[in-house]
């Protein structure tokens, strides 16, 4: 089976893993999630799709099959497969894509769209090894930079379903477990020693389905009406609009390149929201002379501190540093997720804190049944203890540091005071520009078909700073480059 | 294989889909999970567990290894297999139970636990098919009436694998969908319309992690700070703390046995939240002419209904009506869930409205990350597609008849003014009783092991009638005609 024949390219670990019918799915899936085939188009005919892609009819019709199984594709009516009505409303589920061949993997453009003609048509999956794939990037498929999705097409297929394998073993439970599943808790403890440096039993971690959840959880349990929130300035919108719908009061506490300005620190809040792995958004790693005095601020304002340990999992140039709850377990509650590792479809993130802490944030979790998926605990489980998690994180850090090479090289030079900052960790940098110039920038940028963040969404208050925040975890390598290298010439025009 | 050997008993069909390892897994997790085998405890050695089970000796070594891989044992410690510290923190995780055999199901006591010693002992599962089961509740097992738990044991093993094997073969999404997996709006949009009588696309649903997620979208996305919400009295108490911490300001409408009294509706509410197919806790169904006055009143006050339809699969002496909404379909907020179907712990539930409304509550789910985890979107679509999840309604329709009926013989001839109410559908009844009782008589049980809900929970104000509210959903039908006949002896004590 020549590389000719699937665009997909077929590596020896793969090839056993990810069965042909798996790879001509998977590009009929990304070419339907982002709309290149559309609802009622016609599929090519299995023979006919086999015979152009030199592989056997039945491959066809599995691919085919698991599609119509997972609802993209709609019963024969009589005379072909057709696209099914109501999908999509997601963004790209594309196929896998392996790390090591990132350049070659998915794009926009593997799968061209057959016409919606029902007359008998040559196969559109068609062979072209030698097509520059930057050229796949067509002028109605945008490219999105907005930060926050991970690449879960580079989830190892086979070892993502081996944990729903798991899961589906598991006796379903009657009820939610109050803290979470004990075996995913006893991982997480294992996972946080290990990497975060923090020390912690399971009985101090509890399951939840994200962050926001999370946070939802500490301004319910841990706050009264009225009560003042430290956040970061720039910071996590969605921090702030949580804790302001629970009641609270955010203040904004300044952040710089460095993460929180400690010596900024207000008086009299409660509780302080940060980011000390990978300042959200600008990008810093809390420096360790600001976490002392970040913790001793707590203790002696008799505070709380929530750190939101989101993308700690992906660092490139500089070591991480353990995790803040490390250094006053007492005072930190500290947040983790899958969605940024796996994907925020998962739906399962942690927090560790003080066993008194926890139980108070689990009681009011069950007070508002905030569930998380019980076998999708078990899932994560699995992909803990066999390593698997592990294992893909590592390729994705190999894959996001190859992006943001590639980013740091267009738009590495730019003229002063256009700089990039916060390239050293997580799924994003920032592009720091002129005052007046953000707005205009990523409008002509959206004009080429590429969607940007504007810094100013990060700030409760007037912004401090100018510039796009541009992530790299939802495009691949070559959108990247060619999306950037558009930027280059746009705030070079502007600036 | 005798009956002897094993005390989940095998039957013809599921002796095919459940292997005799699952069986004796199922019977260890729940010893592990009730606590009768306690963390640090020894387990048998594999050969002598084998030799006294009559089974082969890889059966057993199988059983080990899928419990050691979801983490309730631990590691060998150089001399046999232990129960993991940590387990169990949530309820009963029983194995499953073939619901046409319901009296002979996995009972508390089907395993006891090996003395903590390492010494060796001779195999605890042991064979006594002659027992009578009722006895197998000892005293410190308490049997737990709390309602709105469901019988998850009843779930067949085979099609909850087959359903998530369905789930991990999907590619998984990068970002969470706006409105939820199409296809499983698709295939709800198809039950609402068989089952519910309500007519609407699959763009007119909104995928939540259950009732309280879809709650507090309404309250969230429709609702200013001080508007009105009418909530029945007695009603659901998480409705209340949902709608209250969400800032609107709940005025308690009246709910007698036909359901929410509409004549008592307060003017001035923006919404009204109601269960009309099954008043919870009271077990009216909603007469037909309060059906058409709620909604006349609803119209004329400009104000929305939310229709919690959180049981209405489970109805036993009367045909169920048409969801509200089929009615109103432009006033009505239909909400539906899966946590009395299948289990709390899968997390997923919807919302059917009009298509303004989806979005307005789609947006404000997406701003607060309210995340439902997509493979169980996938696995329900494939429970729904395969006819699963009705067979399994279907099934514990059955067997919660069954019980329903214990309940009703054991309580139902109790001397005036106690008196049973509810017993049409759902999962629980309500006993009432006179002034003053219900209290005593929810101690007096509990101090036999049988912990039962009083209604006065319910009511946001001065309780208008007293009683108990029995869930019969977590326990087996011996359990309840056990606890039941010894609830009898206590009321008929006190009052």
Redesign the interface.
Known sequence: LSRHAIELPVTADRAAAEPLSGQIS?QL?AAIASGRLRAGERLPASRALAASLGVSRTVITAAYA?LY????LDGRHGSGTFV?D???????????VPVGHAAAGPQPGDATAPPPSRSSQTPSITADSGRPLASAVTPEGAIDLSP??????G?D?AA????????????????????G???????LAAQLRRHRGLLC???QILIT?????GL?LVA?ALLRPGDAVAVEEPGYE?AR??FT???ARVVPCRADEDGLVTSALPAGARLVYTTPAHQYPLGGRLPVPRRQALIGWARSAGALIVEDDYDSEFRYDVAPLPALAGLAPDLVIHLGTTAKT???????GWLAARRDLVTALATAGA??????????Q??L??LL?SGDLDRHVRRMSREYARRRAAIVAALGGLPAPARLLGGTAGLHVVLELPPGSAAPVAAAAAARGIRVDTLDHYFAGPPAVEGLVLGY??VTLRQAETACRALREVVTSII
């Open positions: 998977g899936r698991q199984a997972e609802g993209w099914a109501g999908v999509p409303d997601h963004a790209v589920a594309a196929g896998p926050g999705m991970p690449w879960a097409a989830i297929p993502w379903r081996r944990a729903w394998r798991a899961a589906g073993a598991a006796a379903p439970a009657g009820q939610a477990g109050a803290l599943l004990p075996a995913l808790r006893a991982g039993g399971p009985d389905s994200g962050v926001a959840s939802r319910t969605k609009a949580i719908a629970c009641g796996l994907t925020p479809a998962l739906g399962v007070a508002a049944s905030e569930r998380t998926c019980e076998p999708a078990h899932a489980a699995a203890a975890g939802g």
